[in-house]
């Protein structure tokens, strides 16, 4: 079993940063893809960003320029530093990781969501 926490949201003000974390646990082997997603109230949930096991990183537009991804595969954790932030931002941010297990499975594991507010 795998689980995923994540940490470093709350409420900041426009223009301010934040930085998320999400650790992963349990049988792990290999992480491949870590993901960043955040979702509003009736709205789909968006990918935000991505980095591959070989660091190769994606953005969606809208963060580009102002979110970088990055990882730590010894602590098995993805981060998500936030700067120039704007109230479009504000949203519930979850961390998804494809692990492959020491069972030579390959799974998506979700956190459960951390809210990030940014104020006007």
């Known amino acids: 079993q795998v ?3 994540e940490s470093g949201g709350g ?3 426009a223009g301010g940063s ?9 049988s792990i082997f290999w992480i491949n ?3 960043w997603y955040r979702q ?5 949930r968006d990918l935000v960003a991505t980095i591959t096991s ?16 990055s990882r730590d595969n010894a602590k098995n954790t993805v ?5 120039s932030l704007e109230p479009e931002d504000t949203a519930v941010y979850y961390c998804k990781q494809e692990v492959l297990t020491r069972d030579q499975e390959v799974r998506d594991y979700w956190g459960k969501g951390t809210l990030v507010t940014v104020s006007a």
């Open 33 to 35: 893809a870590m993901c």
């Open 54 to 69: 070989i660091g190769r990183t994606n953005y969606a537009d809208s963060v580009k320029g102002r979110f970088t991804i």
């Open 3 to 5: 689980q995923l926490v």
């Open 18 to 26: 934040l930085r998320l974390s999400c650790a992963a646990s349990g």
């Open 11 to 13: 409420l900041v003000q």
């Open 79 to 83: 981060h998500l530093q936030m700067n």
């Open 40 to 44: 509003t109230p009736g709205k789909p």
